[in-house]
């Protein structure tokens, strides 16, 4: 690799494919039933931000062990964020305040009392798109034995309808990738508030700019045993990653340079993509003699192909606010990844 960086400081202003999620939706195996709105074309634009849940509940209920048991299951803290981050942003509503307003939230979670305990999936109830989940039972034990079986599977469904929705929002606007299509022989749906910083002939960057700080998109390949030699495949991209940030990631102060924080390990995990699988891994980076850190999400995809592999890494710079939802937006778009079946 020619030895090329750029500075984080530096402000600079990047199509949908498709990525294969493993999602194990379990509703068959339990006592439930999945209803199908939505037939009304007439229905209103479904409204709500990112990763947030309208729950609908009594707040006796909400203040005992049925909202711990769903704070537990569905705003548990974001693996690989410096700072704790609920995975899914709560916003609770007494029954008599479920509104039309209300109503028209995109993920709705509605608990009560009633006479037999019934766990239902509704689309397109109120408005679309719309998911809305029911939890009833004749007693808080039969809710919560409802939320234990079910609380995963609702997890799972959200955070994939959820994708679903970054990446329509991402496609409003995109950047040509013809580039990354030639160089990487993969289509990505980039959108256009990206710019390419970096575009060596094994190394991209590319850079959007937000009121606090930046995003970044990494893409570049490495020799199969460079991931799969003896060492384990954390150990691995620890290594890669931080090499390349010594080449191509720097800061303003001498001798500064990205690397993988020490003080934090990790985190690994196997996903599915059309053509095989691909190894996760998210932690947190940081600049030396510098004070700049921040969390990543890091991509190994097998490509086959061309006997390598192929990484895409999202990282996040923006100090003292929020990076769960724009680390969402970097996996969006990462799981938009299509290998292209010519060179």
């Not at 006592?31 to 947030?52: A, F, M, V």
């Amino acid at each position: 690799m020619d030895k090329q960086y750029y500075s984080l400081f530096k402000p600079y202003k990047v199509r949908k494919a498709n990525f294969f999620i493993v999602l194990l939706l379990l509703f068959a195996t339990l006592s439930c039933e999945k209803g199908s709105g939505g037939q009304n074309s007439n229905l209103p634009d479904s409204t709500g931000s990112i990763n947030s849940i309208a729950v609908i509940v009594d707040d006796i209920l909400w203040k005992g062990a049925v909202g711990d048991s769903l704070r537990t299951k569905l705003a548990n803290t974001v693996q690989g964020l410096p700072d704790e981050e609920p995975s899914i942003t709560l916003n609770q509503y007494a029954p008599k305040l479920f509104s039309d307003a209300v109503k028209s939230n995109r993920n709705i979670v509605v608990v009560s009392l009633g006479n037999e305990a019934e766990f239902k999936h509704v689309e397109n109830e109120f408005a679309a798109p719309q998911n809305v989940y029911y939890f009833t039972g004749p007693n808080v034990q039969s809710i919560l034995e409802l939320l234990e079986v079910h609380g995963e599977t609702l997890e799972s469904s959200i955070k994939f309808y959820e994708l679903i929705e970054m990446q329509k929002i991402n496609a409003k606007q995109l950047l040509n990738d013809i580039k990354i299509q030639k160089r990487f022989g993969v289509n990505l749906q980039i959108p256009d508030a990206y710019d390419y910083v970096i575009t060596k002939s094994s190394f991209y960057w590319l850079k959007k700019e937000i009121p606090t700080g930046n995003l970044s998109l990494l893409l570049y390949t490495v020799p199969k045993s460079a991931i799969e030699n003896q060492q384990d495949v954390v150990s691995n991209v620890i290594r890669i990653r931080d090499s390349i940030g010594a080449l191509y990631i720097q800061g303003i102060h001498p001798k500064s340079k990205m690397i993988t924080e020490e003080s934090y390990y990790p985190y690994l995990a196997e996903v599915h993509f059309e053509k095989g699988k691909a190894f996760e891994i998210r932690g947190t980076w940081e600049l030396t003699n510098d004070y700049m850190n921040g969390p990543f999400v890091n991509y190994a995809f097998k490509d086959l192909k061309n006997d390598n592999y192929l990484i895409v890494e999202g990282f996040v710079y923006n100090p003292t606010h929020m990076k769960r939802d724009y680390m969402f937006e970097l996996e969006a778009i990462i799981k938009t990844i299509h290998f292209n079946s010519e060179k």
